[in-house]
């Protein structure tokens, strides 16, 4: 299974809104990625987890809030999100957090709009 | 720090024909990876294929191949006998020690196959 999971696919909220975007993934990997993308744009690194820690955080807004219950799963915690932070966030893994060839494994990706 | 550059937003390319991607690169790391990754309209990320800093031969993955210029900091990706399915958005990413070893995106070159 070389496959990362991520829903829903599209998700509408309101800026009064508490949601969540879940990631899944059963390759054994130990490094877990939040990536946000705006249209015409590259993916922007928001979070990393090594071995279910929070290594990186780039400076992303307390709005977003970043969980891995378990090496498998990961989540994004969603609150009071503003129109601009719509986009598609993309979830990535990989086998080791870094280093190597290994490449990341990325989700189909979850579309928010913020309304 | 670590930055990718890809001059080309746009290209069409007929098919059957081979096409050629730019990307460009600058880093003070001595080791690094770079990556080409496809980006289909449905959004997801796909790894297309790898050229570490150290390796002596271009790497090749099917129809692609990377055009690896260490000297001139260049890792071109050609696609060969060119689909209708190769259409798609295509990323050169590099990771090295210097940024973490946090993949960084160029801002991407978007491909259209014609018939």
């Known amino acids: 299974d070389t496959e990362v999971t991520q829903t829903p696919k599209h998700l509408v909220m309101g800026m009064t809104n508490k949601k969540s975007l879940k990631c899944e993934q059963h390759?054994?990997?130990?490094?877990m990625y939040w990536y946000k993308q705006k249209a015409k744009k590259p993916p922007e690194l928001m979070f990393v987890?090594?071995?279910?820690?929070?290594?990186i955080n780039e400076s992303v807004p307390s709005r977003f809030s970043p969980e891995c219950p378990n090496s498998s799963l990961l989540n994004l915690h969603l609150h009071a999100l503003q129109p601009e932070d719509s986009a598609l966030y993309l979830c990535a893994s990989s086998p080791l957090p870094a280093g190597g060839s290994d490449e990341q494994y990325f989700g189909p990706g979850t579309r928010l709009t913020v309304t | 720090a670590q930055k990718i550059t890809q001059t080309q937003p746009g290209m069409f390319v007929q098919e059957k024909e081979a096409v050629t991607l730019d990307c460009t690169y600058d880093?003070?790391?001595?080791?690094?990876?770079l990556f080409w990754y496809k980006q289909p309209s449905s959004g997801e990320m796909i790894f297309l294929i790898y050229?570490?800093?150290?390796?002596?031969q271009n790497a090749t993955e099917g129809r692609y191949s990377l055009n690896f210029q260490k000297a001139r900091k260049s890792a071109n990706l050609v696609i060969s006998a060119s689909q209708l399915g190769d259409s798609a958005m295509y990323f050169c990413?590099?990771?090295?020690?210097?940024?973490?070893?946090?993949?960084?995106f160029g801002g991407g070159t978007r491909v259209l196959v014609k018939p």
């Open positions: 880093t003070s790391d001595p080791s690094y990876g």
């Open positions: 390759m054994g990997h130990r490094a």
């Open positions: 987890y090594s071995y279910e820690k929070l290594s």
């Open positions: 990413a590099m990771r090295g020690t210097a940024a973490g070893n946090k993949l960084t």
């Open positions: 050229q570490g800093s150290y390796d002596q």
